[in-house]
């Protein structure tokens, strides 16, 4: 059964399910919604008449549940009894969406555009090069059930009263202290209770202590891929390893740091976010198939080709 179909039968199904006094009185809508990575989440909206609230409730893993034989007279309990929390829960405060409200909450998210055509056609974004874009939240803290974002798109922003270029110079001054960049080493952020961040050294690390791998991410550990692109990161990360890296993408919320030796396969660091992202990752966390290079020397980020590795761009630069 497809996806539409199932809506469909839920759709008319579902009034048996609920009190009469509750559905007499409200109007139900499928709604197709494209979040992070395209991924469409389909859902339904219950709008009581006369009332502007209408909470959505996705359905997606009912749909899943049902393809797995599950059958639909308890997945349609499960949607009544979602409803009735939903109805009975207290309204959260309206949001204040004044510039004044929202500026000091701003945060930047990194994504990759060609993964995400359908969520960027209504958003503003700078395009940081290789393919990746960067684009801005409103922050509205934990007080609402959890970590509450708000992706500023066009309507947003036109409601903000601010043009593009003040939106994003004011969530990166804003993200860099509210969620300031964090660069660990592998071992000390998986093991190690106490993870120092390196990004607060004054001195580089000595070559004896360099590791193969290190986390970046920002203090909440949050849409943390974002950090790469704060001002000097990049920079103070290679001085600090003493040496040119390569970038991993593991997810939207870190990327991990390899220091560039001699004995570094481009081609098994590439299989490498490949597999973790088809195996590991969670579908709307994917930040990139890619993986990235940078030359502390020319300060450039560059995606690293499969078929290239270390000792051609050595030839190039001969």
Request: glycine share 6%; hydrophobic share 40%.
């Amino acid at each position: 059964m497809e996806v539409k179909e199932f809506i469909k039968i839920v759709k008319e199904e579902l009034p048996d399910f609920l009190p009469e006094e509750v559905y007499q009185d409200l109007v139900i809508d499928d709604v197709e919604i494209s979040k992070m990575n395209d991924q469409k989440l389909h859902g339904l909206t219950f709008k009581p008449k006369g009332s502007d609230a209408a909470p959505t409730l996705y359905i997606d893993d009912l749909y899943e549940r049902h393809e797995n034989g599950e059958d639909i007279g308890f997945l349609l309990v499960d949607l009544a009894n979602r409803y009735e929390q939903a109805r009975l829960a207290p309204t959260p405060p309206a949001v204040d969406l004044s510039w004044e409200a929202v500026r000091d909450n701003l945060t930047m998210r990194l994504l990759e555009k060609s993964r995400n055509r359908e969520f960027l056609a209504n958003m503003p974004y700078v395009d940081v090069g290789n393919g990746l874009a960067l684009t801005v939240d409103i922050n509205m803290g934990e007080d609402r059930g959890g970590d509450w974002r708000v992706a500023v798109n066009h309507g947003v922003m036109d409601s903000l009263g601010v043009d593009k270029e003040t939106l994003f110079i004011t969530a990166m001054d804003g993200s860099m202290i509210n969620a300031p960049a964090v660069l660990t080493d592998m071992s000390m952020a998986l093991f190690s209770p106490e993870k120092e961040n390196l990004l607060d050294r004054k001195e580089p690390l000595d070559p004896a202590d360099v590791s193969g791998m290190y986390v970046l991410t920002n203090e909440a550990g949050t849409l943390g891929a974002s950090a790469l692109y704060y001002p000097d990161v990049k920079e103070k990360a290679a001085e600090l390893i003493g040496s040119d890296y390569y970038i991993l993408p593991s997810s939207i919320h870190e990327v991990i740091l390899v220091p560039d030796t001699a004995n570094i396969n481009a081609q098994e660091l590439c299989d490498m976010v490949k597999q973790a992202n088809r195996t590991v990752v969670e579908p709307h966390d994917i930040l990139s198939d890619n993986v990235y290079h940078y030359d502390r020397d020319e300060r450039r980020l560059d995606k690293v080709e499969p078929q290239r590795d270390k000792a051609d761009r050595v030839a190039e630069a001969r």
